[in-house]
Structures are given as structure tokens and as C-alpha cells.
């Protein structure tokens, strides 16, 4: 997506060699207009797959889920990384390794959110090495419903995340792939 890519050149930051910070339009200051119009791309790539929910964990997922909900016409839940004294008991839970945090959460959704028979879609903001991807498809599944697809906003190919989607057989799309993160540069997979 064009105007993805021109975004994370002129606003994204290199922290280190694997990590690009957005917080100028994705993970802190959110710009409504381009999550539209991520929502709208998402919503036409999976528009055949009929999706029933989307899925994704909370903060930085919940703006592009959101947009795509809306243009799927489909509710939207967020994993919790934090069990709220308002969920019930038997609520469906499972670890992940937070990428940035380097922590272990466990990330919660209420059981009934999902029902057998549901086509949920996954959407985050990064795929780095696929944890929380994953964990949602463990979520998805302990519910009895199915995984959809996998839309991801910005993809760091060089990490190992794609890999472990394909292989667990997940259909992944991504906005923006990044190749590399050497030298303070971004460099994409197609230029
Ligand atoms: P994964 O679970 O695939 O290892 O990492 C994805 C999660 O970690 C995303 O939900 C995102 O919040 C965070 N993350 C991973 N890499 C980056 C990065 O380069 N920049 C930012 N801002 N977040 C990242």
C-alpha cells in the first residue's frame, strides 16, 4: 500500500536494528484517515472469506480492526492483556511473548465472543515473530471457529513471524513488508 509506505519513510523511526516506531499515525497519535482507508484495503482483500468477526489484541490492533470491522459491517473484539473482574470464569485464555515488552502475557476473551462457525479475521499492527497472530488463531480455535485470515499493517519479513504463519497454514496479507531495518533505514520488500 502506497500510502502506507510513504508514511513509515517520512514519520517512522529505526530503534536498534528490528524495531520501527509509528507513533506519530499507528501506536500512539492515530491518524483516522489512513486507518480508513487500511480498514477499506483489508476489507477488500478478505472480502470473499466471509468473515463473521475480527480479531486483535489490545491497543495498537484495535484502530485498523476497527476500520475494518466497519467496512466488513462485522463486530470487532479485542484480547485483554489483563483479566477485568467484569469477565466471567471460562473465559478462553493463552501466553504470548510480548515482541516489544519482552514479557509474558496472557491475553483473555470472553468464551462467548466466538461461536462455532465463525470466520474470524485477525488484524495487528506488526507481525515480528508472530506470537500474538498466533495466539489469537489458539483463541479462535479453542472457541470452535475458524481463522479467516491474517491482515497484517506493517510485516518485518526478516523476522520470523511470516514463516511461522504460512506454515501453520494461515492466509497472511500485509500492507507493507520490511526487509530490513539495517543502518537506521527502512527497506522494503517491493520498492
Ligand atoms: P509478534 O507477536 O509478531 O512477535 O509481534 C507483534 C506485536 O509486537 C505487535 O502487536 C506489536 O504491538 C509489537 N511489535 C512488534 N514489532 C514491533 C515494531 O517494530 N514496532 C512496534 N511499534 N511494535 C512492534
Redesign the pocket.
Known amino acids: 500500500m502506497k500510502e502506507l509506505k510513504r508514511r513509515i519513510l517520512e514519520d517512522g523511526r529505526v530503534?536498534g536494528t528490528?524495531?520501527?516506531?509509528?507513533?506519530h499515525f499507528?501506536?500512539h497519535q492515530i491518524d483516522p484517515v489512513l486507518m480508513q482507508t487500511i480498514g477499506n484495503k483489508f476489507a477488500d482483500i478478505f472480502k470473499k472469506d466471509q468473515v463473521s468477526k475480527v480479531i486483535?489484541?489490545e491497543s495498537?490492533?484495535i484502530a485498523p480492526a476497527l476500520m475494518t470491522g466497519l467496512a466488513l459491517k462485522v463486530p470487532v473484539i479485542f484480547a485483554r492483556k489483563k483479566k477485568p473482574v467484569t469477565l466471567n470464569e471460562g473465559s478462553l485464555a493463552t501466553e504470548?511473548?510480548?515482541?516489544?515488552?519482552h514479557v509474558r502475557n496472557t491475553v483473555y476473551i470472553e468464551k462467548d465472543m466466538l461461536q462455532t462457525g465463525d470466520r474470524v479475521l485477525i488484524i495487528?499492527?506488526?507481525?515480528?515473530?508472530?506470537?500474538?497472530?498466533?495466539?489469537l488463531a489458539r483463541l479462535i480455535e479453542m472457541a470452535g471457529a475458524e481463522v479467516a485470515g491474517v491482515g497484517i499493517v506493517?510485516e518485518?519479513s526478516f523476522?520470523?513471524?511470516r514463516r511461522r504463519l504460512d506454515h501453520a497454514g494461515y492466509r497472511v496479507c500485509s500492507l507493507a513488508r520490511i526487509a530490513s531495518?539495517g543502518n537506521g533505514k527502512v527497506e522494503f520488500v517491493d520498492k
Open positions: 530503534i528490528d524495531i520501527l516506531k509509528v507513533d499507528l501506536n486483535t489484541i495498537s490492533g504470548i511473548v510480548s515482541f516489544t515488552k495487528d499492527d506488526f507481525l515480528a515473530n508472530g506470537e500474538a497472530s498466533l495466539g506493517i518485518k523476522q520470523e513471524g531495518l
